[in-house]
């Protein structure tokens, strides 16, 4: 990114006029000017739905990465401002510049997510891992706090592959974390997709995108790109439906066809592994991290993550299911949690005592 120097004299004049705090009020005008560059040519076409500065804001995807935009940042000439102090002089430049950064990093969140249009699908295979369950309660536990609680969401349960195992039924988790916001594909496979296709026709329909936390395989998805296309033909999968994904284990649980079609249809984007620590992706699958000995002061946080410990305790390992062993030993795993960061631009959480720092204790 450039940053080009420009002296804005109407300050100048400003201050001369009417003192420092017209001066003020005019640097706030140009706060408000302040754009961002993104420069498509430098990324690979797989990162096509990464935005910079706020260009996310711009309507038309195809026009955000067509556009080229500079960054203008005011200057001050010090030998030229004898009228005003320089040290004040340096400040000023200082907070502009503070500004245009701290901008960036709030607007630019890596995945493209628009908080007021886009919504998130998140899907839990629930087959044959529990870590499903604290990875709904972590989910529910983001989704309450205040900068994200007004995003729109919906839930779905049972979205699994071809992996072998036991299903470990959710329902009273789902219900208590989501109220009526999910469906239930374990139980109804065609009665889960028209339940979505009512969630996100609207969205679509008012320029909004699709933002698919894949918390286990890619079936699920297949089937719902498919009534897309059979239903809303206009729509560009490729450009509304962004698919994220963080594990290995999910793809080769996918059904061979169904993840071809995923990956060839939609924005699919592959990012580390939530289970592995200092990868990019936070490391949310840790046994030393004792769930029972933290804090929750949120009355309904608090039984959201009881329940699902109990149905961890009732399921983990259980009849051939899947032996937890961060979570049989007391701690916690809700790495599948790493695909909502990475779209909310939460990557830079490191941990589980990060996460329950700042969402829960």
Known sequence: MEFQLKLRTDIFRA?????????????????????????????????RSQRFGILHHLESRSTRRQTHQKIIIPSINMKKC??????????????????????????SIASGFNKNKDLILAQFDCKTDVDDLHAIAAFATT??????????????????????????????LFKLAFGDRWADAHENLENAIRKVMQQIQPILANGGDI?????????????????????IPNIAVDQRLHVVQHSNWNERSTAPG??????????YQKIPDGNVPNNGSPNFREDEFILAEQKIKNSKLLKIWQEADRLCTQFNGMEGRYDNEAISNGGV?????????????????????EFFSRFLN
């Open 258 to 267: 169904n993840l071809e079609l995923v990956k060839q249809t939609t924005d």
């Open 333 to 353: 795993d809700f790495s599948d949690l790493a695909e909502t960061c990475y779209i909310l631009g939460l990557n830079k959480i490191k941990d589980s005592k």
């Open 211 to 231: 933002w698919i936390a894949e918390a286990g395989q890619s079936d699920f998805t297949a089937n719902l790109v498919k009534a897309i296309e059979s239903q």
């Open 82 to 107: 004898n009228f005003f102090p320089k040290f004040t002089v340096i400040l000023t430049l200082v907070g502009l510049l503070n500004f245009g950064f701290s901008q960036k990093n709030e607007l």
């Open 143 to 172: 989704m309450a706090d205040p900068k994200f609680s007004n995003i729109k969401y919906y839930a779905v349960a049972g979205t699994y592959g071809v992996q072998e195992g036991l299903y470990v039924p959710p329902n009273s």
């Open 15 to 47: 201050m001369k006029a009417e003192g420092i705090s017209r001066g003020i009020e005019q640097r706030a005008k140009i706060k408000r000017s302040l754009v961002g560059t993104f420069d498509p040519n430098r990324y690979p076409t797989s990162h």
